[in-house]
C-alpha cells in the first residue's frame, strides 16, 4: 500500500528543521508502514495549488487502489496565478507571492519580470476583489468537487487541515468557533472521510511559543493519528 501527501508547512516540514527538514515531516514517520510515501506538500502552499497537484497525481497514477490520498487544508486566503509565458504557478499568500513550482529561480530577470507582472495586476485585483468570504467558497466548491471526484474512482482519502479554520465546521464537539464555515448556510459536506487538523493534534509539541508548527515529537504524533483513522477505515 502507497500514501499520497499534499498540504503546506504542517506536512512539509518547515525551514526550521534547515537540511533535513524533509525527514522531519510526519509523512516520514509513515515509512515503515507503507511500500511508497510521495508528499508534495510545500511552505505557504494554497489550497487551489494542492488540489490542483492531487487531481494531477490521481489522474496520472496507475493501480489506486494501491494508494491512500490525504490532503491537509491551509488557509482559505492563500491562492495562486498562472504565468502562461513560463508555465508557471505562482502561489500568494497575502502580500507575498512565490513561484510553487520552483521552475523560475534560475534566471533574476525571469523572477524580476514575474515580480512586475505581480505587482501591476495581480495584487492589486487581489486586494481590491478578493475577500475572505470568496476564499470560503472558493474552499468549499474545490471540496465538494475533490470529494465527488475521489468517490467516482472509488479512490481511498482522508482530508485534514493546518488547523480549525482551515476546516469546514463538521467537529461540533472540538469547542471551536473559527472554522471558515460556521454560520454560512451551505449544504452538508459528505464528512466520513474528515479528520481532525493537525494543530488540534499536536498542540502540546509546536516549535516554539510563537511558532504552532509541530516539532518533531508533533509530526510523529501526526503519523500515528493518521495510520490510526486509515487501519480504523480500510483495515490495512
Not at 61 to 70: A, G, M, P, R, S
Not at 109 to 130: A, C, G, M, N
Not at 154 to 183: A, Y
Request: glycine share 6%; charged share 20%; hydrophobic share 35%.
Amino acid at each position: 500500500m502507497n500514501i499520497y501527501i499534499n498540504g503546506c508547512s504542517f506536512s512539509s516540514g518547515t525551514k526550521f528543521f534547515q537540511g533535513t527538514k524533509d525527514l522531519l515531516n510526519w509523512g516520514f514517520w509513515l515509512n515503515e508502514k507503507f511500500d511508497t510515501v510521495v508528499n508534495q506538500a510545500i511552505e505557504g502552499g494554497s489550497n487551489h495549488r494542492l488540489i490542483r497537484q492531487t487531481t494531477d497525481f490521481i489522474n496520472n497514477t496507475e493501480n489506486l487502489d494501491d494508494w491512500i490520498i490525504v490532503i491537509q487544508l491551509t488557509d482559505p486566503e492563500r491562492t495562486e496565478f498562472f504565468y502562461e509565458k513560463y508555465k508557471a504557478w505562482v502561489g500568494v499568500i497575502k502580500d507575498h507571492h512565490f513561484t510553487e513550482d520552483r521552475v523560475l529561480q534560475e534566471s533574476m530577470d525571469v523572477i524580476k519580470e514575474v515580480e512586475d507582472f505581480y505587482q501591476r495586476l495581480i495584487l492589486p485585483s487581489l486586494f481590491l476583489t478578493r475577500t475572505h468570504d470568496q476564499g470560503v467558497f472558493e474552499l468549499y466548491n474545490m471540496l465538494n468537487t475533490f470529494i465527488q471526484f475521489c468517490k467516482s474512482k472509488n479512490i481511498k482519502f482522508l482530508i485534514t487541515g493546518m488547523s480549525n479554520k482551515c476546516m469546514p465546521n463538521v467537529f461540533t464537539e472540538s469547542g471551536h468557533d473559527n472554522q471558515p464555515f460556521n454560520g454560512l448556510d451551505f449544504p452538508v459536506f459528505d464528512t466520513s472521510n474528515f479528520v481532525l487538523p493537525v494543530s488540534n493534534i499536536t498542540f502540546n509539541h509546536p516549535l516554539s511559543d510563537t511558532d504552532r508548527h509541530p516539532n518533531k515529537d508533533g509530526h510523529i504524533i501526526f503519523a500515528r493519528y493518521i495510520l490510526n483513522e486509515i487501519e480504523k477505515r480500510w483495515q490495512i
